[in-house]
Every structure is written in C-alpha cells, then in structure tokens.
T-cell receptor, first 112, second 118 residues
C-alpha cells in the first residue's frame, strides 16, 4: 500500500542547473506535504513543507509545487549545488500523532 | 543547534538476542518516535510516544518491540528476540509541539543506529 510514491530512484544534474524531484500520493485527504533531505550516516532533516491550501511554497533555492488534482508534488532546487547531493524524501503526516508516511526517496547527485 | 542523539551508531547482535537502542531527544520536546529503514527501502514508522505511553504503533511494532522513557532524558527501543529481518537503520525522532496542531510534521531525527542481526 504505497500512499506516497517517488518513482525516480535517482537524478543527476549539473551544478547551477535546476533539479526537479517528483512525488505522487493517493489520498486526497492529505493536508500537508513535506520534503526531507538525508545525507549518508545522518538522519533525515526537514527541508520544506506545503499545506494543501497552497499550490506553491518557496524558501530560498527550494520551491515546492502542489497539484492537488493530479495528486502530485514536486521539489525544485535552483540553482543546484554539489552540497545538495543527498537522498530526498517526500512525506505526509498521517493522523494526529506525528506519524509520517515516507516515499521511497530519490538520490540526487549534483555534478560540479 | 540542539539535536537528537542516538547510541550506539552500530550494533551487531546474534539472532534471538535482546537489543536496546538508546536515544536522547531534544530536551524540551514532548513527542517521541522510532522509525526504521531497511537497506534500499523507505523509512517506516514504528511507534509514537507521548506522556509516557504509546500513542500509535505500526504493524511492524509487534510484541517483540517495546519502548520506554526510563528517566527525563532517555528514550529506548527494545527488541526482545531479534530476527534477521530486524536488520535496519533505526531512527529516533522528536518534536516539541503537538503534531495535531502543527501539521508541518517537522520532526527532528537522530543519526540512527545501524542494527545488524547475524
């Protein structure tokens, strides 16, 4: 039962270009969406979130777009930097206990 | 910046043995979690804990698992009789505010304990 799906296991982009990471979800009742970043040997760290009442949220080089009709969200990183190389997880809170449902993750490699 | 601390970073055990994974959440946080990630798979929720009791647990969190907050700072995950399939990276996480009131889900994760069951 994959409620949150990231269909691209990996993505490679050149430094300075745009990185676009995608996430699909199945439950139209989800009301908040988050992106976490994970470096090797570290835990996930919160990156950016978006409420379902918005279609865009921007924080510096990071922008998340939400398309509710398509049940799709995307994370744009521009310009991409080598330090952005990490695994990116899409996640949604489920219920009121703080449980997060994660996607499978996309490994981003930004080449200098 | 305050952080969630987990020990040990690596734990190797024999099948059938008991293990205790330890976590020190951020000091003023009230909600605590364990997640795990089997190699190559997604991060999975195990259990949430608030006010000294489990508030939610997943199907993975069966009778072999237990959590405890033995004092004001530590939060532990015990696996009573480990199985090969328990091999995974286990992450502790915490959050200050009620996750029901702030839907951002901005959990703070530790660096994880890599558990290897042989």
């Amino acid at each position: 039962d994959q409620q949150v799906k990231q269909n691209s296991p990996s993505l490679s982009v050149q430094e300075g270009r745009i990185s676009i990471l995608n996430c699909d979800y199945t439950n139209s009742m989800f009301d908040y969406f988050l992106w976490y970043k994970k470096y090797p040997a570290e835990g996930p760290t919160f990156l950016i979130s978006i409420s379902s009442i918005k279609d865009k949220n921007e924080d510096g080089r990071f922008t998340v777009f939400l398309n509710k009709s398509a049940k799709h969200l995307s994370l744009h990183i521009v310009p991409s930097q080598p330090g952005d190389s990490a695994v990116y997880f899409c996640a949604v809170p489920s219920g009121n206990t703080g449980k997060l449902i994660f996607g499978q993750g996309t490994t981003l490699q930004v080449k200098p | 910046e305050p952080e969630v601390t987990q020990t040990p970073s690596h734990q190797v055990t024999q099948m059938g043995q008991e293990v205790i994974l330890r976590c020190v959440p951020i000091s003023n946080h009230l909600y605590f979690y364990w997640y795990r990630q089997i190699l190559g798979q997604k991060v999975e929720f195990l259990v949430s804990f608030y006010n000294n009791e489990i508030s939610e647990k997943s199907e993975i969190f069966d009778d072999q698992f237990s959590v405890e907050r033995p004092d004001g700072s530590n939060f532990t995950l015990k696996i009573r009789s480990t199985k090969l399939e328990d091999s995974a990276m286990y992450f502790c996480a915490s959050i200050l505010d009620s996750p029901g009131t702030f839907r951002g889900g901005k959990l703070f994760f530790g660096s994880g304990t890599q558990l290897s069951v042989l």
